[in-house]
């Protein structure tokens, strides 16, 4: 695992937080995005670790929200 709940990223300059992690198929870690829509419902998308890797080499990722709040 190499992203931590509660990290933010950035995709199409909305936010999005890592809600949760899971081992998916003993291989990889697959993580579940969430984003609060203006009408209050959860949008929530699934990414491998490599499209997280991606992310962060395009500047996706913002980093965690406890590192920004120190």
Known sequence: ???KIN?????NNTEWLISEYRMHGGREYRYTLS??????????MSLNERAMD?????GGMM?????TQE
């Open 7 to 11: 990290d933010t990223i950035t995709i």
């Open 54 to 58: 991606g992310l962060k080499l395009t």
């Open 1 to 3: 695992m190499r992203y």
């Open 63 to 67: 980093g965690s929200k406890n590192e």
């Open 35 to 44: 984003h609060e829509d203006t009408d209050g419902s959860y949008i929530t």
